[in-house]
C-alpha cells in the first residue's frame, strides 16, 4: 500500500462519526465525539435528577451509553458540578465507580470527606451514604459507571 494510500485509510478510520449499522437491530455499534467544553456528540445534557431541587444544587448529567438500546448490563454517564454545587446525599442497594476527569471535588463517604482529583477513581459499595460537592472555583466532571437494572436512591437530609 503506498504511503498516500494508507494517509488517506488512516484519516478516514479516524474520521469516522457514524455507527456501524446492524440490520433490524437498535443496538448500534458509534463513536461519542468529544467536543470542547466537556460534551459528546449526540449526547444531551439533562437534569440530574427530576423533582426534589433542595437536596441537590448546580449538577448535570449525560448518559454516554446505556439509553440508546445497548445490550450492557452497565450505564457509563458524565456528570457535571458546577463551583459550589452538590450531589444530594444518598444510599441504595446498587455499587457504582466515580472517576474524576475535570477539575476536583470532594466525596462524602458516610461521615468522612476525601479530595479527589483528575483520574482519581472511587469504588461506593452497597448501602454506603456518599455525597460528591464542589466546594472550589472550577467545574467538578466525573465519569459514573453503574448497572443498568438498579434500584432508586433513598435520599438523605
Not at 14 to 37: A, D, V, Y
Not at 101 to 109: D, F, S, T, W
Not at 138 to 155: A, H, L, T
Amino acid at each position: 500500500m503506498s504511503s498516500t494510500a494508507k494517509t488517506k485509510l488512516e484519516k478516514s478510520l479516524c474520521e469516522w462519526n457514524g455507527t456501524i449499522q446492524k440490520k433490524g437491530s437498535p443496538n448500534n455499534s458509534r463513536i461519542l465525539r468529544f467536543k470542547e467544553g466537556f460534551r459528546w456528540s449526540s449526547v444531551k445534557t439533562e437534569k440530574y435528577k427530576e423533582g426534589d431541587r433542595e437536596s441537590w444544587s448546580s449538577v448535570v448529567r449525560m448518559v454516554l451509553i446505556g439509553n440508546r438500546g445497548e445490550s450492557t448490563k452497565f450505564s457509563l454517564r458524565y456528570f457535571e458540578i458546577s463551583p459550589k454545587g452538590y450531589s444530594s446525599l444518598e444510599r441504595h442497594r446498587h455499587e457504582h465507580v466515580i472517576v474524576c476527569i475535570r477539575g476536583k471535588g470532594q466525596i462524602v463517604i458516610n461521615k468522612r470527606k476525601f479530595r479527589i482529583g483528575y483520574l482519581d477513581t472511587v469504588y461506593i459499595s452497597p448501602d454506603t451514604i456518599h455525597q460528591l460537592v464542589n466546594p472550589y472555583d472550577e467545574p467538578f466532571g466525573f465519569f459514573c459507571i453503574v448497572d443498568s437494572k438498579r434500584d432508586r436512591p433513598v435520599v438523605l437530609s
